[in-house]
């Protein structure tokens, strides 16, 4: 099973090639609020680019509940078992 | 740019797409042609734009959009709409899929009634098409229906005419005819698309209800790629040449090794049929105009031996120019690029060693290189990549690969003559020269887009454009025909010119242009003789030309100054302005074209 901080890390790849960024580090508390450029536009490409990186899809009724980004990585960790 | 080349990482494009943006417009060389165009979307369009663009940066063009609000694809078009008006679109891309259709056939209905909700939805989208054209009178690419995600009969959904496959199937047919009897009008097939990617991904319903896609945001970059290359071929930047290897690239094994008995072709192996079926689908590109040139590193002989085989379906008369020496294949390329007057960048180099490739792109950055993987895939790659894109199909088009052959027996039979004014004559050359002519404008519209040297102010036209010109009293126009003892070579030169001053005595040409196919013929001088002609007819007295130089145009930098005419400005790019009087008695510049001729 993965550990939580190494999602953490490649979730903060993600994030940067999402956001052309090479300076943004998320953590639990991150939520959209705090990423410029973080829209529903951009949101959209964010979760296809994460299902992409740990390959696996993630269910419509989760993504939707989704506060920030710890309840994030919860949702990967889960789905990784 | 090597990432959006087929065959692509769709994801890292949809990742990546904002510092792959900058770097097509850091990085480029290239200059762009801006357009403008609308995307009317009857689903969520933002990545399919962001994407588009990326692609369209790479085939040169900077596009700048106009967007509608979401699912207002027919009201934004069908009424007057002065935001779409003031942004004046250059193109209309309609982005519409099966989800927009909401009237479908119920089990009550007979096929009369069937029909009727068939014609309906057909209509709405007439009704648009219409208002765009009338409004707008610009190109529109109009998405087809890609088939639904479920059949509720199974298989007879399709046959039946109660069932959605039959009825999507119905209205794509009326999409087809609408666009067979209407010029300017373009279908991007997303039914073939979507199938080709796998319907079931395609057609997610996740990305419907989550961001009301219809496209599954994965598959947009393919969505996006085909419609970037139904437009780049509009603006005539289709490739035109396949510049091909031999060796394991059009049959199997070294035919310097293994001898011409030896090499894998025709019908007794496994590879041998896949090497004839590539044979095939290259040969087929000859009819649609695109020329076939061999470059390959081979004794000539050895080479040439390979093509005698009774079954090879390539024969040597089959291709404009044969390469098969030891030069660099960067030299043998730039050479047969002079040869047939075109650029390098018309060509699509196709060699399965990649270091070959890999010289080629290097040095070349302008030839498509494709990574063409192993011999069964071939065709997929090269068929994906859209080279060849094909939105009109003009009686030149089909006679071309014909045309550069009669060009090479012109070159065989000057040699007999000593002076070139006598070869000239012997070539029985007659010209027709006339005003636009309806018969004739999508093949004019298609040189002012494809003409990139002999071009001396290089202003594009669409088909649109070009009917407006000719229509203008204030324009004249010409196009020249070119015609010898070897063949016909089709409309080869393009005048406007337009008629201002207080008197209406100047003429500004806004155009001049001649395919190079016909350099050295004195076709300049006749269309000169010609303009001259008519403009005196119309009372006018000075002719203004214009030169704007490019990096592709220099061969035409004196043009003017052939013609006669004076310079009169010049600024610091190097663009001039030319002024030439027209007197009373005017001395013909050519006498080796009889122009128009009666029968």
């Known amino acids: 099973m993965m550990s939580r901080e190494a999602v953490y890390e490649r979730l903060n790849g993600v994030f940067r090639e999402v956001f052309d960024d090479d300076t943004i580090v998320v953590n639990d508390s991150t939520t959209a609020d705090d990423i410029e450029d973080w829209d529903s536009f951009e949101h959209i490409n964010l979760i296809v680019a994460i299902e992409e990186e740990f390959g696996f899809k993630i269910p419509m009724g989760k993504t939707v509940t989704m506060k920030n980004v710890g309840e994030m990585v919860d949702i990967i960790l889960q789905m990784g078992e | ?599």
């Not at chain 2, 010109?469 to 063949?487: H, P, R």
Request: proline letters at 3%.
């Open chain 2, 1 to 599: 740019m090597r990432e959006l080349e087929y065959p692509f990482k769709a994801e890292e494009i949809i990742k990546k797409k904002k510092s792959y943006k900058k770097q097509l417009l850091s990085e480029s060389t290239t200059s762009f042609i801006e357009k403008k165009i609308a995307i009317l979307g009857g689903q969520t369009t933002q990545d399919i734009k962001l994407v588009l663009e990326l692609f369209l940066l790479n085939y040169g063009i900077k596009p700048s959009f106009y967007e509608s609000e979401f699912n207002q694809w027919f009201e934004d078009g069908m009424f007057s709409n002065s935001d779409l008006e003031s942004f004046a679109p250059d193109l209309i891309y309609v982005c519409t899929c099966i989800r927009n259709i909401t009237d479908f056939p119920q089990f009550s209905d007979d096929k009369e009634a069937v029909e009727l909700k068939r014609k309906e939805v057909v209509d709405k989208f007439r009704g648009l098409w219409a208002s765009l054209s009338q409004r707008y009178n610009c190109p529109i690419i109009q998405n087809n229906f890609e088939y639904p995600f479920f059949r509720l009969m199974g298989n007879m959904d399709a046959s039946d005419y109660h069932g959605r496959v039959n009825y999507i199937t119905r209205i794509n047919c009326d999409l087809y005819d609408y666009a067979q009897s209407h010029g300017n009008f373009y279908i991007c097939d997303v039914n073939y698309i979507s199938s080709a990617y796998g319907l079931d991904r395609w057609s997610d319903p996740y990305y419907w209800h989550m961001y009301k896609y219809a496209v599954s945001v994965p598959a947009i970059p393919y969505l996006s790629f085909n419609v970037a290359n139904i437009i780049k071929s509009i603006y005539g930047k289709n490739k035109k040449v396949f510049n091909l290897d031999l060796d394991n690239t059009l049959w199997g094994g070294i035919i310097g090794d293994d001898g011409a008995d030896n090499i894998e072709i025709g019908q007794e192996t496994a590879l041998a049929q896949t090497y004839s079926e590539f044979q095939e689908y290259i040969k087929l590109h000859k009819q649609m105009g695109i020329l076939l040139t061999v470059n390959s590193k081979n004794d000539n002989d050895m080479a040439v031996s390979g093509f005698n085989r009774p079954d090879s379906i390539l024969k040597m008369d089959d291709f404009v120019s044969f390469k098969a020496n030891w030069n660099p294949k960067s030299v043998n390329l730039a050479e047969t690029a002079q040869e047939i007057s075109l650029l390098p960048e018309s060509f699509v180099f196709v060699d399965d060693n990649p270091a070959e490739r890999a010289i080629i792109d290097g040095e070349m950055p302008f030839v498509s290189v494709p990574e063409i993987e192993s011999v069964e895939h071939y065709i997929q790659v090269l068929d994906k990549s859209g080279f060849f894109e094909t939105t009109s199909l003009s009686n030149d088009d089909l006679r071309r690969s014909k045309m550069y052959q009669e060009n090479v027996k012109r070159q065989q039979y000057q040699s007999k003559y000593a002076n070139y004014e006598d070869y000239l004559k012997s070539l029985e050359m007659k010209g027709e020269i006339h005003s636009f002519d309806p018969l004739y404008m999508s093949r004019i519209a298609q040189l002012t887009n494809k003409s990139n040297q002999f071009n001396l102010t290089t202003k594009r036209y669409s088909q649109s454009e070009i009917e407006e010109v000719a229509e203008d009293s204030n324009y004249i126009t010409l196009y020249g025909k070119l015609e010898d003892k070897f063949g016909d070579n089709g409309v080869v030169s393009i005048v406007i010119g337009r008629i201002k001053g207080e008197n209406k005595d100047e003429l500004h040409m806004e155009l001049w242009l001649m395919s190079c196919r016909v350099l050295k013929r004195d076709m300049e001088y006749a269309m000169m003789d010609e303009l001259v002609d008519k403009a005196k007819s119309l009372g006018i007295r000075t002719i203004f030309g214009y030169y704007y130089p490019t990096a592709k145009n220099s061969m035409v930098k004196d043009f003017y100054s052939l013609q006669g005419f004076e310079k009169i400005s010049e600024d610091v790019q190097g663009n001039t302005i030319w002024k030439y009087i027209i007197h009373d008695i005017y001395q013909k510049k050519q006498n080796v074209i009889k122009v128009n001729l009666k029968n």
